[in-house]
């Protein structure tokens, strides 16, 4: 009996602090843990970070540094990257270790709990933001694959990759002197990618750092594309699956068709506008191709973005920032009712040989430099080779797969080729085929039969290139 009543008297007392409790909390929600968090937090940044780290003051060389400047640790970072890199989850950033001139290798990073981690992540986005650093002008809801592409030919062309390290093929490719890319489209805050890109030295001067002249557009290609890295599935902007091209009208589309396309190709598409004279090579004939059996992220790109984003020549213009959304939508509604290529297509996709006359087949193209002509494939002709080359012969190869024109028995007869002069290489033929050496193939590949129908594939890596050789001498044997 005692033993009950005292029990209960316990339990009243309990529950007495627990509703005090709860009062409390109603009173001031939240704050009263926070303020214990933020206090931790702040007594972590200044007593342990800034030990290595900067947070305040002017941007320095890292050569007068011991780790890399935090003041704009508030707005540098996407949230989740930086709990994940306090709480070591993530691999060193920089190969070398930051300061590459005193030591070769990266040092562990300091590590913190998880409600640490958080805390200090929450107290940096509080403290450390950056008034250059603005809400950027960047729409990457529109960021299409193809404008991927372009930035990652600027990330070769500007040599970023003599500095930094991507990841390609499953490897680590480029030089380990700055901070690893590979993950950036996971750890940077677009807002301030956009800035530093405007001038890197802003943030870290005076040490190697690397000034490229981009413009408007080169900065949205490059800066988009590092948005991508890392980043599993990237959903880019798929133009040809919106409203526009639900709605798209062919009539409408005949009319932006004789605005812009009739001068060079013509009223009719024959290829014979008034502005096709001077042209080499010429204006496509649209009245021969199969528009409409043209895969839609290719021509849809080949007009937005010009010939030379498809690997054609820079005398078709690019028409994105000219044409308007729903204008672009139904001239390619036009140009797919349109232009389905005459008897010659219509024929073309049969299974049938290639006829008599396409063996040996009369070839004009040019002979490539002799630096290419003797080259040798280093790859051996082993069923994996051979299994990659046909998935790309036969459908990854960008802007279009081979057999789209090459046929997919390698015969030269595929559907988007019918219309070409001259047409694609009968790849069946032995009489031609045993003529042309691989080092010539390598050379076409890369850089495009000028004035035919072939373009060139500057996307593909050599060894891609090399495995594709392997596959087509296949159908010669
Ligand atoms: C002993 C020195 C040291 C301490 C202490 C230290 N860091 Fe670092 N930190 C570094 C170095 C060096 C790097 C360079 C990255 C690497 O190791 O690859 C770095 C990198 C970073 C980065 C990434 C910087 C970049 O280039 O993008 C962040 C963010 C960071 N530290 C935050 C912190 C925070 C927050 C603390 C305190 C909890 C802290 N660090 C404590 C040395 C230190
Ligand atoms: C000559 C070497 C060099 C080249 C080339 C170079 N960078 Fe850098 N990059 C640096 C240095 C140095 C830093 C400052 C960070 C550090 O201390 O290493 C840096 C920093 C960066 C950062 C920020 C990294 C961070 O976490 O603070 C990005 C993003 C970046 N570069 C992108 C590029 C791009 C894109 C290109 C090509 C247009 C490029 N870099 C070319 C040396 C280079
Ligand atoms: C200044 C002249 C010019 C104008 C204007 C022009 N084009 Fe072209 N176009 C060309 C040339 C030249 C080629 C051939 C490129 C090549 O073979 O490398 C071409 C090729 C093409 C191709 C075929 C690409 C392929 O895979 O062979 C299409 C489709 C095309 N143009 C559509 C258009 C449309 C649509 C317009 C109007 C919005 C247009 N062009 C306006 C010059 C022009
Ligand atoms: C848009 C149509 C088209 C596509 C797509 C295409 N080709 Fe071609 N290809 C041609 C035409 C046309 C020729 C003939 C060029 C000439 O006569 O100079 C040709 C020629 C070639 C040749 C012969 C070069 C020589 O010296 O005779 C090779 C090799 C070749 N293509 C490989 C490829 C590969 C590999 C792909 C895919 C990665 C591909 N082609 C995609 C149209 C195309």
Excluded at 108 to 133: I, K, T
Excluded at 142 to 147: G, K, P, Q, Y
Excluded at 280 to 292: G, R, Y
Excluded at 373 to 385: E, Q
């Amino acid at each position: 009996m005692k033993v009950r009543i005292f029990l209960r008297g316990r339990r009243r007392c309990i529950s007495l602090s627990a509703s005090l409790l709860l009062f409390f909390l109603f009173l001031f929600p939240g704050h009263l843990f926070a303020a214990v968090e933020a206090q931790q937090a702040e007594e972590i940044v200044n007593g342990q970070c800034s030990t290595c780290h900067r947070f305040s003051g002017e941007p320095k060389s890292k050569f007068e540094l011991k780790a890399p400047d935090l003041m704009w640790g508030g707005v540098k970072y996407q949230r989740s990257w930086l709990v994940r890199w306090l709480t070591g989850k993530e691999e060193p950033l920089y190969p070398n270790g930051y300061r590459w001139d005193v030591s070769r290798h990266p040092d562990r990073h300091m590590v913190l709990s998880q409600e640490e981690a958080e805390a200090v992540a929450g107290y940096m986005e509080e403290h450390f933001q950056d008034p250059r650093v603005k809400k950027n002008p960047i729409d990457l809801s529109n960021f299409t694959e193809r404008e991927a592409a372009f930035g990652a030919e600027i990330y070769k062309q500007y040599s970023c990759q003599g500095c930094h390290q991507i990841v390609e093929d499953g490897k680590k490719v480029g030089g380990p002197i700055s901070a690893n890319l590979y993950d950036s489209g996971n750890r940077y805050t677009l807002d301030w990618l956009y800035r530093f890109a405007l001038n890197p030295q802003d943030f870290t001067p005076h040490s190697g750092e690397y000034l490229a002249d981009l413009s408007g557009l080169g900065v949205r290609y490059i800066v988009g594309y590092l948005m991508t890295l890392g980043v599993k599935d990237y959903k880019y902007f798929e133009p040809w699956k919106t409203e526009h091209f639900q709605k798209a009208d062919a009539g409408r589309g005949g009319q932006v068709y004789k605005k812009y396309c009739t001068q060079c190709h013509g009223p009719k598409g024959e290829g014979d506008g008034p502005g096709a004279s001077g042209l080499n090579p010429k204006p496509a004939v649209h009245a021969k191709m199969a528009l409409d059996q043209f895969p839609e992220d290719y021509l849809y790109n080949v007009i937005y973005y010009g010939g030379k984003s498809v690997g054609k020549s820079s005398m078709m213009p690019d028409w994105g920032l000219t044409i308007p959304p729903q204008d672009m939508a139904d001239l390619i509604a036009y140009l797919r009712s349109t232009f389905k290529g005459g008897e010659e297509v219509a024929a073309a996709p049969g299974k049938k040989a290639a006829a008599p006359g396409d063996c040996p087949q009369p070839r004009k193209t040019k002979k490539a430099p002799s630096m290419f002509l003797g080259k040798k494939n280093p790859l051996k002709a082993t069923s994996a080779n051979i299994k990659d080359g046909e998935l790309l012969f036969q459908k990854k190869a960008k802007p279009l797969a081979c057999a789209q024109c090459h046929g997919k028995q390698g015969n030269g007869k595929g559907a988007l080729g019918a219309g070409l002069t001259p047409k694609p290489r009968n790849f069946t033929c032995s009489a031609t085929m045993g003529k042309i050496s691989d080092g010539q193939m390598f050379w076409v590949i890369k850089n495009g039969s000028d004035g035919t129908g072939m373009m060139a594939f500057k996307g593909l890596k050599d060894k891609e290139v090399w495995k594709l050789i392997l596959y087509i001498r296949e159908f010669a044997k």
